[in-house]
């Protein structure tokens, strides 16, 4: 079935990195934008960014932008979110959801990795 | 501080009828984006409620509705049933931000 599964999330020292991906299946992944949206505890959905099927665009929040970088491999069904500098409020539930246009709603999401900052 | 404006809480007993405004702004709803509405539970992911304003995908109860006019949507659930207690969020596309808004949630409760 039309499936995306997060992974990569856990504990991490401020000013570390972490890798996040984003794995899909059941769908042709090199047809859709992939989003990432977070969740601190607590409060609501917050974009995060977004990466065209074919990876020729990519935009980011101001919250983010610098210090995340999304990337996709169409090869192997996976988007990635490459978070450096993280700050104890980048913690959060991160989804990945497929769009199929830029204008269009998120119409499937995986289930959330946690990220958590702290020292 | 959202880009998009929700009431943080809504309620209404059971059969009635409660609607959820979104208050965007020209670089947004008013330029022309479409408005899509999700609903998430404790715990769970958000899911599609409402995609281009007024649809509703697949297995969406027709009790859930949307509408959009000027820099403002609204999404109604009409005949209120407990298992709609839930969050509720909006997004739409805001060019001068080249990405996505979400607005900051509405709870609704059924009294």
């Known amino acids: 079935q039309v499936q995306l599964v997060e992974s990569g999330g856990g504990v991490v020292q401020p000013g570390r990195s972490l890798r996040l991906s984003c794995a899909a299946s059941?769908?042709?992944?090199?047809?859709?934008?992939i989003h990432w949206v977070r969740q601190a505890p607590g409060k609501g959905l917050e974009w995060v960014a977004v990466?065209?099927?074919?990876?020729?665009?990519?935009y980011y929040a101001d919250s983010v932008r610098g210090r995340f970088t999304i990337s996709r491999d169409n090869s192997k069904n996976t988007l990635f979110l490459q978070m450096s500098s993280l700050r104890a409020e980048d913690t959060a539930v991160y989804y990945c959801?497929?769009?199929?246009?830029?204008?269009?709603?998120?119409?499937?999401w995986g289930q959330g990795t946690t990220v958590t900052v702290s020292s | 501080q959202s880009v998009l404006t929700q009431p943080p809480s809504v309620s209404g007993a059971p059969g009635q009828r409660v609607t959820i405004s979104c208050t965007g702004s020209s670089s947004n709803i008013g330029a022309g984006s479409d408005v899509h509405w999700y609903q998430q539970f404790p715990g769970a992911a958000p899911k599609l409620l409402i995609f281009t304003n007024i649809n509703r995908p697949s297995g969406v109860p027709d009790r859930f509705s949307g509408s959009k006019s000027g820099t403002s949507a609204s999404l109604a659930i009409t005949g209120l049933q407990a298992e709609d207690e839930a969050d509720y969020y909006c997004?739409?596309?805001?060019?001068?931000?080249?990405?996505?808004?979400f607005g900051g949630g509405t709870k609704v409760t059924v009294l």
């Open positions: 997004q739409s596309y805001d060019s001068s931000l080249s990405g996505s808004v």
């Open positions: 990466i065209w099927y074919d990876g020729s665009n990519k």
């Open positions: 059941g769908f042709t992944f090199s047809a859709y934008g």
């Open positions: 959801a497929r769009v199929l246009c830029p204008n269009c709603g998120l119409d499937v």
